[in-house]
């Protein structure tokens, strides 16, 4: 009795001491669907945890929209992650003000000398670094090359605006559904918008905007914006019922062939098959992809693109160990394995000529040679005003708000913040 | 007279003695939960309706009442309170009539009255979120409902949840569906709860079944038709989990409730002190209809 006491009361005692003395826990709190990107990051986690005695990564997942609403009250309590995802721009720009954030500009300052340097400057807040980026994207034109052939659209013929105009009335005229877009959800239909403000205004047009130069966001550009996405949506380029679709339900169209083209970001190639009726969706080699037509007498180039960039921020209370695994994270081994498996296109040079999917490569390809790359409008604005972009631009283009009464609705909510 | 005096006083010391140690005792954790859980909360939610606030941080910038003047006049808030309206109007008067017509079906012992008293009670059972989702799918113009119909007649398709004009009906339509079971439940209960020798009485004197109805088993089931009303509008105003999954106050924000307005607008866009106010005009008008509603009607009960 006595012997089993003492043994209960020994391992009672181990358990209580061992894990206390062993783990700093780095926790991770990402958002990611993509079961490919996520395999990948469990694996650096693992192998990390294997090399590192004493320190353990765990990577939680929240879904995207809980995680935007809870992440304030989280970084407030002691529950906060050690590393988060983020999509940098006006969100970041707030947790920073609000002094969650850690300054890692001395830290990281060696993995970083390995990037995009693009996607290492979205993560800096006045020249200081509180985020490394993992991944880069390009929001463009996917289409089917058995609906263009059918309706006798080339795709290498669409260059300005009005050549798209005209594949989208020839799609029409031989009973194909040009554009499959998740309006129902709003941010799909802002992709339209912020392309035609950064085609027709350059790449200042958004940020004269913020800075109230004619106007703000009532200037010109915005407004011609808005005209020309009302002149694309009266040809009834959509699928019926578009106002209410979600852009998985959309991805799902797209894959089924119902629908020509889906402006969207990377992330359409790995969503298109699991929403499509058969499960299957398009065979990669039917899906073509094309930039965003340039806008005549516009002052953005061709080779402009729109995309987002995410990373990790770490939080003020994180253990250096979170700053390490971060680095290790960053190490071009895990990118390379990344664009090869991940379904992802990874920041550190290089790292592209590992990617396999040809349609990643042409994006990875034009990300290379970008000559401006702009974040998601929505992300950049922050969620106060990016979600009125959002609103206006599904007005807009269902004819419900004029162009110029969009542009004052954006600088209200601008004034307001 | 001392004696007199003593014996006249004790009764009270000790009654009042008990009085204070059951109010020592069981007052404080009471007050405590409610002070923390219930009253902080919202004199907090009260406080931050001042601030323009994104969440972060402690609120500094303080604005005064401009978070409730932004409300005044604003069409989503308007069209959002005319939603909650709506479905009210559509609980009093459709819902509750109906409920009441089939708790008078299936209250009796009639076989099978169970079985229908269960598949009724079904929907309500179901986590709104869940019914939001199959509704959702349910009114897809391509393979829901409204796609038989139209495939039937050789129409176009039509997706209601993308009308502007119709799309809150389906809403109602989710709402009737989903609650008529429980106000059924109360009323079958109430039904149950009535002396059936009343009835008979009144049939022998040569009562009619509307009269039956109408003089006895209405006033009789009073009550439960007052509470029924009560939760009715209660639930009405704070309706929230069916419409994120089934509308997401789409198309063109004309499907909103007050509270799910609450969360678009302030939550998600992070303007917590303008979500904070729009919560207090929530509770303003709940706490008054309560209030008023159980000093006018359920004074009784």
């Known amino acids: ?417 | 007279m001392p004696t007199v005096e003593a014996t006249y006083v004790e009764p009270v010391r000790r009654m009042s003695a008990n009085g204070w140690a059951t109010l020592v005792i069981f007052l404080p954790p009471a007050l405590l939960l409610f002070t923390v859980f219930v009253a902080l909360p919202m004199a907090e939610a009260a406080w931050y309706g001042f601030y323009n606030w994104d969440g972060y941080n402690r609120p500094e910038k303080f604005i005064g009442l401009k978070n409730y003047g932004y409300l005044i006049g604003n069409a989503t808030f308007t069209r959002s309170l005319i939603n909650n309206g709506l479905i009210i109007v559509v609980s009093l008067l459709v819902q509750l009539p109906l409920a009441l017509g089939v708790a008078m079906m299936v209250a009796g012992r009639i076989a099978g009255a169970a079985v229908f008293r269960m598949i009724f009670f079904l929907p309500y059972v179901l986590a709104d979120v869940a019914a939001g989702l199959i509704w959702r799918f349910m009114f897809d113009g391509g393979y829901g409902l409204p796609s038989v119909i139209t495939g039937a007649l050789g129409l176009a398709p039509y997706y209601l949840l993308a009308d502007k004009n119709w799309a809150f009906s389906a809403v109602l339509i989710v709402v009737l569906w989903k609650y008529f079971g429980f106000h059924m439940m109360l009323y079958v209960a109430g039904l149950q709860g009535i002396d059936k020798s009343l009835l008979e009485a009144a049939e022998m004197d040569g009562a009619t079944a509307f009269q039956r109805f109408r003089h006895i088993t209405l006033p009789l089931l009073g009550p439960m038709i007052r509470l029924s009303v009560f939760f009715s509008v209660v639930g009405a105003l704070q309706l929230f989990d069916i419409i994120v999954p089934l509308t997401g106050g789409g198309p063109f924000e004309t499907t909103n409730t007050m509270v799910s307005y609450l969360y678009y607008f302030g939550i998600t866009r992070m303007r917590v002190g303008f979500g904070s106010a729009v919560g207090v005009v929530l509770f303003l008008i709940c706490v008054t209809f309560a209030f008023g509603y159980r000093r006018l009607f359920m004074r009784d009960d």
Do not use: C
């Open chain 1, 1 to 417: 009795m006595k012997l089993r006491h003492l043994a209960f009361f020994t391992v009672g005692l181990a358990a209580l001491i061992v894990p206390a003395l062993a783990d700093t826990t780095v926790t991770v709190l990402h958002v990611s669907d993509n079961p490919d990107q996520k395999a990948v990051w469990e694996k650096i986690a693992n192998d990390y945890n294997a090399t590192h005695k004493g320190v353990k990564v765990e990577l939680k997942y929240l879904e995207n929209e809980a995680f935007k609403a809870k992440l304030p009250t989280m970084l407030q309590s002691s529950d906060r992650p050690d590393l988060f995802y983020s999509w940098s721009g006006g969100v970041m720009h707030a947790q920073d003000k609000a002094g969650f954030l850690k300054d890692i500009t001395a830290d990281v300052a060696s993995v970083e000398s390995e990037m995009s340097p693009t996607a290492v400057d979205a993560f800096k807040v006045d020249g200081k670094v509180v985020g490394v980026p993992f991944e880069v994207g390009e929001v463009a034109f996917y289409y089917n090359k058995k609906l263009f052939e059918k309706a006798g659209v080339k795709a290498e013929d669409i260059k300005s605006w009005d050549d798209f105009l005209d594949a989208v009335k020839k799609l029409k005229a031989a009973g194909v559904t040009p554009i499959s877009v998740g309006a129902g959800e709003k941010w799909p239909m802002h992709f339209y918008y912020s392309y035609l403000v950064i085609r027709i205004g350059g790449e200042h047009a958004l940020a004269d905007a913020k800075a109230g130069k004619d106007g703000g966001f009532k200037n010109a550009t915005f407004v011609e914006a808005g005209k020309r996405l009302r002149e694309l949506a009266a040809l009834e380029p959509f699928q019926p019922g578009y106002l209410s679709t979600s852009h998985t339900q959309s991805s799902g169209i797209f894959g089924d062939g119902k629908a020509a083209m889906d402006l969207m970001g990377q992330w359409l190639l790995q969503m298109q098959g699991p929403n499509s009726a058969s499960g299957k969706g398009l065979p990669e080699e039917d899906i073509g992809i094309l930039s965003f037509p340039i806008v005549p007498g516009g002052k953005g180039k061709a080779t402009d693109t729109l995309g987002g960039v995410n990373g990790w921020l770490v939080t003020k209370t994180a253990p250096p160990e979170a700053v390490d695994f971060l680095k290790f994270f960053s190490q071009p081994k895990y990118a390379q394995e990344a664009a090869a498996h991940g379904g992802y296109i990874p920041v550190v040079k290089g790292s592209e000529a590992y990617i396999t999917d040809p349609l990643v490569k042409r994006l990875a390809d034009d990300l290379a040679k970008t000559t401006y790359h702009q974040n998601f409008f929505d992300q950049d604005l922050g969620p106060s005003v990016g979600r009125v972009i959002n609103d206006v631009s599904v007005s807009v283009a269902a004819g419900e708000m004029t162009p110029e009464a969009a542009a004052a609705a954006i600088q209200d909510a601008f004034d307001q913040q």
